[in-house]
């Protein structure tokens, strides 16, 4: 069911933006995309919360469909993306972060033969939104990609006509930079970054990815359908060397672009597919994520001789097991946390790649974790998020349960706004903050 405010409502809503709207969190991996709370948030949000006995459980809002995007936030507005189980509906939601009543349940795409997805962890609604304060960008992979007025949610502008075949399923979320939006299709027939004027739409430029995947059969055509051609990467820039570059990781190989151009300026080959994890700066080395499958993690000395093929020359060290597949990593204090999708945690010391620590959670973990302060929240598909000292040493500081069982499972990234966190479920939005 389609919910549309009244009149009424949306001019309320409208009203109720300030001139300059505090984007608590635009991106999926926050306001420094790098999953990173802001400071100013470290003493309000909450340790602690428990849906049983009511503890710090604000207001949880009924949720339709299926989806994994993280909710970005803006001002009073949180938006999120779900889609029918089958992929021929695709929505975007609006909700009063307030009161969490849904204002938007809007219908953005209809697709009468979607793709079978062939992944059962997968859906048609990963991909998650990024947020400018006049814009809310809205992307489903090959399904399409929109721009909405955030005060109305109407559409400014859509493309549908850039596509590829993802054969599991779309994975990437658009990234704002500049003028543009930047867009990754890493399919099983094409692979490429493309980016878009983000007033209007239009391409500004598209860049093919170079690499020799290396899987041809005897008559030259890709293995396995291309399965392993597919990549779920979000890019980010970086200042490196004093010069912006697009950080970009795909299957079989990871590249840096010059964003303005798409020009390819250096690239790393690896032996992964399916990358999804963040790539991570810190100081001068940079940490790259190489995929799910034998998932390796980089660390990349940053310098002004990065040119061409740099795989021999700038990696520093290389861990080589137990690599976060979907969640993307978190620095804090130097330490690198990340979690498999089978719930192993492990901090390891940035700068050398010496592992610190390792353990265990229950269940599936997709989304990212989240550091706030010296805490680091980690949620999984049975509804639960523990709360760990993000230092040196493995400490236990809580463990917070929703109820609901499967139905509570959590895929998506926690945000963040206000003091208050909110946490996508499977049937539930909830809001989560010290009463």
């Known amino acids: 069911?389609?919910?549309?405010?009244?009149?009424?409502?949306?001019?309320?809503?409208?009203?109720?933006?300030?001139?300059?709207?505090?984007?608590?969190?635009?991106?999926?991996?926050?306001?420094?995309?790098?999953?990173?709370?802001?400071?100013?948030?470290?003493?309000?949000l909450p340790l602690k919360w428990d849906e049983a006995s009511g503890e710090n459980i604000i207001w949880k809002t009924p949720i339709e469909n299926v989806g994994h995007s993280t909710p970005v936030i803006g001002g009073d507005l949180i938006w999120f993306t779900s889609a029918t189980v089958d992929g021929k509906?695709?929505?975007?939601?609006?909700?009063?972060?307030?009161?969490g009543k849904i204002l938007h349940h809007k219908l953005l795409f209809e697709n009468p033969e979607p793709e079978e997805?062939?992944?059962?962890?997968?859906?048609?609604?990963?991909?998650?939104?990024?947020?400018?304060?006049?814009?809310?960008?809205?992307?489903?992979?090959?399904?399409?990609?929109?721009?909405?007025?955030?005060?109305?949610?109407?559409?400014?502008?859509?493309?549908?006509?850039?596509?590829?075949?993802?054969?599991?399923g779309p994975g990437s979320s658009p990234l704002v930079h500049n003028d543009m939006l930047i867009l990754t299709f890493d399919g099983i027939n094409e692979q490429f970054v493309t980016a878009l004027d983000k007033n209007t739409?239009?391409?500004?430029?598209?860049t093919n990815r170079s690499t020799d995947y290396g899987d041809l059969d005897k008559e030259g055509r890709p293995t396995r359908d291309g399965d392993m051609r597919k990549a779920y990467h979000t890019p980010s820039v970086f200042k490196v060397a004093g010069k912006e570059q697009l950080l970009s990781v795909g299957s079989r190989a990871a590249f840096a672009y010059?964003?303005?151009?798409?020009?390819?300026?250096?690239?790393?080959?690896?032996?992964?597919?399916?990358?999804?994890?963040?790539?991570?700066?810190?100081?001068?080395?940079?940490?790259?994520n190489t995929g799910s499958e034998r998932s390796h993690m980089l660390g990349i000395k940053v310098d002004d001789k990065m040119s061409g093929d740099i795989t021999e020359s700038h990696v520093v060290w290389d861990r080589d097991k137990?690599?976060?597949?979907?969640?993307?990593?978190?620095?804090?204090?130097?330490?690198?946390?990340?979690?498999?999708?089978?719930?192993?945690?492990?901090?390891?010391?940035?700068?050398?790649?010496?592992?610190?620590?390792?353990?265990?959670?229950?269940?599936?973990?997709?989304?990212?974790?989240?550091?706030?302060?010296?805490?680091?929240?980690?949620?999984?598909?049975?509804?639960?998020?523990?709360?760990?000292?993000?230092?040196?040493?493995?400490?236990?500081?809580?463990?917070n349960q929703l109820e609901g069982g499967a139905d509570a499972g959590i895929t998506s990234g926690l945000s963040a706004a206000d003091g208050a966190f909110f946490v996508r479920t499977k049937t539930f939005l909830y809001k989560i903050g010290k009463k």
């Open 201 to 206: 739409g239009k391409t500004l430029w598209k």
């Open 258 to 288: 010059d964003p303005t151009t798409g020009k390819e300026l250096w690239t790393i080959r690896h032996g992964g597919f399916n990358a999804a994890p963040r790539v991570l700066k810190l100081d001068d080395m940079l940490f790259i």
């Open 322 to 399: 137990r690599n976060a597949s979907e969640a993307s990593p978190v620095i804090v204090n130097g330490i690198l946390f990340q979690i498999t999708r089978g719930g192993i945690i492990s901090a390891v010391d940035a700068k050398s790649g010496e592992d610190l620590w390792e353990d265990r959670f229950q269940g599936q973990h997709l989304g990212s974790p989240i550091a706030v302060g010296d805490r680091l929240y980690v949620c999984n598909d049975r509804g639960q998020t523990n709360v760990i000292r993000a230092g040196a040493k493995f400490e236990l500081l809580a463990t």
């Open 117 to 168: 997805l062939g992944n059962p962890i997968n859906n048609y609604a990963a991909p998650s939104p990024v947020l400018e304060a006049d814009a809310v960008y809205i992307h489903f992979g090959t399904y399409g990609t929109a721009r909405l007025d955030p005060k109305t949610a109407e559409v400014v502008w859509q493309r549908r006509d850039i596509n590829v075949k993802h054969y599991r």
């Open 1 to 44: 069911m389609i919910r549309i405010c009244t009149l009424l409502a949306l001019t309320a809503v409208a009203n109720a933006q300030p001139a300059t709207t505090p984007l608590f969190w635009p991106d999926k991996n926050g306001p420094t995309l790098d999953n990173v709370a802001p400071a100013t948030e470290a003493d309000r």
């Open 89 to 99: 509906k695709q929505y975007v939601y609006c909700i009063d972060r307030n009161t």
